[in-house]
């Protein structure tokens, strides 16, 4: 009988980078020389990856896979090397069947798979391509078929950049796919002040996205804050540096301010220690009401700063990744931002209320009537925007452009007193002004019960300014002591986008483009939202190419939900 070997905990390892698998296939009928140019692209196009997407392993086999036999050989090599995503690249013509079908069905039926070739002719890898794509498209397999350009001759043809760019985007989006899967997220409290639009649906969020929530109730917060289960020099290195950034921006006027303050700024500490053990990936605070606000009970502070200080990509320390947080226990906005920081390769999230809607005339009038001079083609006029505004929770990396320096951050940041009527634990929140100019992707998750499916409401969008005068006037028609970032969509109106938002709060991160997102929503089933009367339904040299199992299935909609209910 054969005995079961134990594995030797020294060679787990834990955050193993997520392994891509490259490979080709090949006639057995072609000479020498193309099968050297296919080798060679193997190669070429293994390294492309491993230097535009660091955060993944690359390996590749110099096998081509003319037949089962190569098949099995490679499909084992791969497995062995644990890849959990599929490039395969053909340069010549093969038989579908008995050589990447073959490979492909060693794979689980999720494996995300990318055919990238060039469009060439001597010995059609495109046609192929093709054939292959069609017969995973007819037994209902999603892949991605990228028809780019490299030469047609020569022994080591080099991809054009646009070809590799859709490769990567394609990538980046299946490394965020399968990576957190397995991963967990930390929510300390329960449901979201009862806000049905951000519930934590546990198992949708396991069987759709693989990511476990872990709960912990704010009792635990509360004991280990009254404990002091922190480092009490670090807590003193931390207010520190807010004193030393902040100066008299940070408000406290007594010694039962000052407090309070060093208790939300303890709580961030004790909460990384707490993500940290559980080796989380985001996180989340429920806060509201029996935190800060139920006056039955003793109300604590705010967790204003600890919030943004996780949403940014650095602190006290030094550069850190940012680590996705979600006020309000908000888990619809958590996973929001959570995919799209991933899927821009880490960039800080920015979580934010959908507050006021300043449609064109609401704010020319307001303009006008504080003495603004305006042509009517400025963005804000034009378009009208949104007042993205929240407790305080935003990351202070939305201070500045992408790129401004910590200190210079940090001087455009302020901490007032916490609104007593909203907080009457009190604490400090936080407050700045995102300047124009920064542009990526606004999105909300939103989940029904009638499809047991995710959705995504997105758009392309730009933060814009206005003239200090009525920014300040905007600013104080909501609280004015909160972050503010003034928001406008490509495409949506506003009349479109007040009345098609999916919670109170809504999500940006710069550097993210649709076609990265669109690939992660098909690889992930979740459904775009994004039909707003201005956008085209395919904007070319934007959106990625529509999977061909979606146009022989009805839509994307449709194929979305035949899949979801084969599952």
Not at 298 to 326: C, T, W
Request: with cysteine; net charge neutral.
């Amino acid at each position: 009988m054969s005995a079961a070997k134990a594995k030797a905990a020294a060679s787990v390892k834990l955050g193993a980078k997520t392994v891509v698998g490259v490979f080709a296939t090949g006639d057995p009928r072609i000479d020498q020389d193309s099968r050297t140019r296919c080798r060679n692209i193997i190669k070429s196009v293994a390294g492309r990856i491993a230097a535009g997407v660091p955060e993944v392993e690359v390996v590749y086999s110099e096998t081509l896979v003319d037949g089962e036999t190569q098949a099995d050989q490679v499909a084992a090599e791969l497995l062995n090397a644990r890849a959990k995503i599929l490039v395969c690249v053909p340069d010549t013509w093969a038989f579908p069947q008995p050589s990447a079908i073959s490979l492909l069905q060693q794979f689980p039926a999720d494996t995300p798979v990318n055919l990238t070739c060039g469009n060439s002719g001597p010995k059609p890898g495109v046609v192929f391509a093709q054939a292959l794509n069609g017969a995973l498209a007819q037994c209902g397999r999603l892949a991605h078929l990228n028809v780019g350009t490299w030469p047609d001759t020569g022994l080591d043809p080099q991809m054009t950049p646009s070809t590799e760019e859709a490769l990567l985007d394609w990538v980046r989006a299946a490394y965020t796919a399968v990576s957190l899967k397995g991963r967990r997220v930390m929510v300390l409290g329960h449901d979201s002040m009862g806000m049905e639009t951000a519930l934590s649906h546990i198992i949708p969020t396991r069987n759709t996205y693989g990511i476990e929530i872990t709960r912990l109730d704010m009792k635990l917060l509360a004991d280990m804050l009254n404990k002091k289960a922190y480092d009490a020099k670090e807590l003193k290195e931390l207010r520190a540096w807010i004193d030393k950034n902040l100066g008299k921006r940070l408000t406290l006027k007594s010694k039962d301010d000052d407090f309070r303050f060093n208790q939300s700024l303890a709580m961030y500490l004790i909460v990384r220690d707490l993500m940290k053990d559980l080796n989380a990936v985001g996180g989340g605070f429920m806060s509201q009401l029996e935190w800060g606000s139920d006056k039955r009970g003793i109300p604590l502070p705010v967790a204003d700063a600890m919030e943004s200080l996780f949403n940014s990509d650095f602190d006290h320390n030094g550069p850190k990744a940012a680590i996705p947080f979600a006020t309000e226990a908000d888990m619809q906005g958590l996973l929001t931002m959570l995919f799209m920081s991933h899927l821009s390769g880490g960039n800080p999230p920015l979580f934010m209320d959908f507050r006021k809607v300043w449609e064109p005339g609401e704010i020319k009038a307001l303009a006008k009537k504080l003495g603004v001079k305006f042509t009517g083609k400025e963005t804000w006029a034009a378009k009208g925007f949104v007042d993205g505004d929240n407790s305080g929770s935003a990351s202070f990396n939305w201070a500045g452009l992408p790129g401004t320096s910590v200190k210079e951050l940090m001087s455009k940041v302020s901490m007032p007193l916490a609104d007593s009527g909203y907080f009457p634990g009190m604490g400090n929140s936080t407050t700045f002004v995102s300047p124009g100019g920064i542009n990526g992707i606004a999105a909300r998750m939103a989940y029904s019960t009638l499809s047991g499916m995710f959705s995504l409401v997105w758009d392309e969008a730009e933060t814009i300014s206005m003239p200090g005068k009525l920014a300040d006037a905007v600013c104080h028609t909501s609280n004015w002591d909160w972050p503010h970032t003034f928001i406008t969509p490509k495409y949506a109106s506003m009349y479109e986008y007040k009345h098609l938002a999916p919670a109170n709060h809504f999500h940006m991160v710069w550097g993210l483009k649709p076609a990265r997102l669109q690939f992660w929503m098909d690889l992930t089933n979740t459904l775009s939202m994004n039909a707003w009367s201005a956008r085209p339904s395919f904007v070319e040299g934007v959106d990625r190419p529509s999977p061909l199992l979606y146009a022989i299935n009805g839509g994307e909609l449709n194929a979305k939900q035949l899949r979801k209910s084969q599952v």
